[in-house]
């Protein structure tokens, strides 16, 4: 059995309290608080403790889907890449850049979020990029 | 924030004003605790006594959406005693005449009038902030979620000021953030008008700096904000990509954002699991938890740290920044980077505040920025000396009452936000079978003379109905809401408490106002 404890930051609110990820076999089975962060110091609230919960879920979306009349189906990597930069590509050319916009998320990190807005500035010349600070 | 959270354990008084940080923000409550454990005073504004107002010394339940003129029946006090820091006002902060012109036009009888505290209290509570030696201010969305939220916190930062109760160690104001890391997407940019840093995108200087690192013409005219681009579905805004958002949950009047999802040309959600916004999409990529990526969060109080990957995402999902880089190649953007340490040294490069935060820094403590340099220690708190801007500015705020008061065919209040077992729409703690152990179905809180009114027991039906929709819930019976007022937490899919909120906006910041709006109440049919 392989186990070991990963050092990350909790994914809830805006606390960002230090926790250990217990992983077993490939799998996060526990989560522990860090004695050693600076923020929690040792303690977690209910949420925190609970954080490994969804990691596996069965409802977890395993592959690129493609709308087809009501329905989703599954479509490779390449498909769905090369459909989302033809699309908003073609809408950029119809209708100008101004008609694409994103929403970045609140809860990915730092350097995802660095790389959506620029995708949206660099890639259609607009500043159409928000998340959800206000909400 | 302009402190750091372990620096509220030596306030001498915290004022927490539209925060329940005690469910919200366990962890950050705990350092409230420890700050009445060593004399400090624990004042709190809310119109519900919280779990927060439970524990604290004093709790003032204000009428909502009262916030200004409590405030400003506060500072005419201080004001009248003498109890202001005129010592710091001259030598830190400008724009003091017209403020007191404001102040001046204000009496704390008329305050509280208003906000239907007594004037008694208003002074006492105005002398305890006012007279400690080192107060804070702790405030969340209860300040923000109205029509004039921003104005909410000028008038925060204003009483800070008017006391000289910033620019110290255990001072300030504690903006509490809701997302793990919305501070990090607003410091990145994830803004309409602001590239990473806060660099407007209409300075001529700044932008020609971007042009020339991301070798693209760049545009000078800020973008639109979700909620305007949700209203301009498929007139202004054709073509829309939602990374890990759930707008279909999040935004006030749901019903209307449903129909406008569906309006978009092409829809792009990338998430973890099938929200109620990706039933909406084209396309749908599967994106990583937190648990499968590397990377950084910054928390409430400025502090970069490390998100480690654990395991691999599952089937063939992909972690995010391998997404964001095969479409951006896609597009034609060179987005070559190795991995996110490459894309940090970027963020080095052209965002001066985090200049020296990398991620061989990062390993134990993290680093708050400003953090300009390599040799830089990161910064505990701001203000200190001088503001950033040179000199502190009083503005005054305008109080506007908010948008949709309870009249003869929606007699009640209704208020939305969290409680202690469920994060914003539940996509994820709705799924963790600790937390659906402790709740798991919606609920109103309503006071127990309304329940009885209504003839509804503990976990009966109740229909909920707004001039936006209407649904059912289980009623909670407790006296910590008003009579007339009834307060639903909007994790729940099944009965989305945003069918029912009025999205009336603060025209400047854009935010929706949650936390007031009328609705009508009637035993449901279970």
Not at chain 2, 217 to 241: H, N, Q, W, Y
Not at chain 2, 263 to 283: C, H
Not at chain 2, 395 to 404: D, Y
Request: charged share 25%; hydrophobic share 35%; proline share 5%.
């Amino acid at each position: 059995m392989d186990c070991r404890f990963v050092r990350t930051t909790c994914p809830f609110c805006g606390t960002g309290c230090g926790m250990l990820l217990k992983v077993v076999d490939g799998r996060v089975v526990d989560t522990l608080p860090d004695r050693e962060s600076v923020v929690g110091r040792g303690h977690l609230c209910i949420k925190g403790w609970s954080a490994h919960e969804f990691v596996h879920h069965p409802d977890r979306l395993t592959h690129p889907l493609v709308k087809k009349g009501d329905s989703f189906e599954r479509i490779s990597w390449e498909e769905a890449i090369s459909l989302a930069a033809e699309k908003f590509r073609g809408i950029a050319e119809q209708y100008g850049n101004d008609a694409i916009g994103g929403f970045s998320s609140a809860k990915c990190t730092n350097e995802e979020n660095y790389l959506f807005q620029k995708l949206i500035r660099a890639g259609f010349q607009n500043n159409n990029v928000d998340h959800c600070a206000r909400l | 924030m302009t402190n750091s959270i372990t620096d509220l354990a030596g306030s001498k008084c915290i004022f927490i004003i539209g925060s329940n940080a005690a469910e919200s923000h366990p962890i950050i409550m705990g350092e409230i605790y420890k700050a009445m454990d060593a004399g400090g005073v624990v004042i709190v504004v809310d119109p519900r006594r919280t779990a927060v107002a439970e524990n604290a010394h004093i709790h003032l339940a204000i009428e909502p959406g009262t916030d200004i003129p409590l405030l400003a029946g506060m500072m005419r006090h201080i004001m009248d005693e003498g109890l202001y820091n005129a010592e710091f006002i001259e030598e830190r902060v400008e724009g003091f005449e017209e403020f007191r012109k404001f102040v001046e036009g204000w009496t704390v009888e008329e305050a509280s009038r208003q906000c239907g505290i007594e004037p008694s209290m208003i002074r006492r509570v105005a002398e305890i902030y006012a007279k400690a030696d080192e107060s804070a201010v702790v405030y969340c969305m209860g300040i923000t979620q109205h029509v004039c939220g921003s104005d909410n916190v000028i008038a925060l930062c204003d009483l800070t000021m008017l006391c000289g109760h910033v620019g110290t160690e255990h001072s300030g104001l504690y903006p509490l953030r809701g997302q793990n890391n919305v501070q990090g997407a607003c410091d990145m940019g994830a803004l309409p008008n602001v590239y990473p840093a806060y660099q407007p995108v209409a300075d001529p200087d700044i932008r020609a700096k971007f042009e020339e690192a991301w070798g693209r013409p760049l545009s000078d005219k800020p973008g639109l904000t979700v909620v305007e681009m949700v209203r301009s579905a498929g007139s202004k805004i054709r073509g829309l990509f939602i990374m890990a958002e759930n707008p279909a949950l999040s935004e006030p009047d749901v019903n209307h954002v449903v129909e406008s999802l569906r309006k978009f040309d092409f829809l792009v959600v990338q998430d973890i699991f099938m929200s109620e916004t990706a039933r909406f999409a084209d396309l749908v990529l599967p994106g990583s938890s937190f648990a499968e990526k590397d990377g950084t969060f910054t928390n409430t109080e400025r502090r970069f740290q490390l998100v480690r990957k654990a395991v691999d995402p599952p089937g063939s999902a992909k972690d995010d920044f391998s997404i964001l880089c095969l479409l951006g190649n896609a597009l034609g953007l060179n987005f070559n980077y190795e991995s996110p340490a490459d894309v940090m040294s970027e963020i080095n490069r052209l965002a001066p505040p985090y200049g020296g935060i990398t991620y061989d820094r990062l390993e134990r403590q993290g680093l708050q920025w400003p953090c300009p340099n390599e040799e830089h220690p990161g910064t505990r708190f701001l203000h200190q000396g001088r503001f950033t801007r040179g000199k502190g500015l009083f503005v005054v705020p305008n109080h506007v009452a908010p948008k949709e008061l309870p009249d003869e065919d929606y007699p009640w209040y209704l208020s939305t936000g969290r409680m202690f077992a469920h994060y914003h729409t539940g996509t994820l703690t709705r799924r963790a079978k600790q937390l659906d152990r402790e709740v798991s179905r919606p609920y109103g809180e309503i006071n127990s003379e309304d329940a009885a009114k209504l003839g509804v027991g503990e976990g009966g039906a109740i229909r909920v109905t707004s001039r936006r929709g209407s649904i059912v819930v289980d009623a909670k019976i407790t006296d910590r809401v008003r009579k007339g007022s009834i307060f639903i937490p909007f994790h729940f899919a099944e009965a989305r408490a945003n069918i029912l909120t009025n999205p009336a906006l603060d025209p400047r910041s854009k935010t929706p106002e949650y936390k007031v709006c009328a609705v009508r109440v009637e035993k449901g049919e279970s």
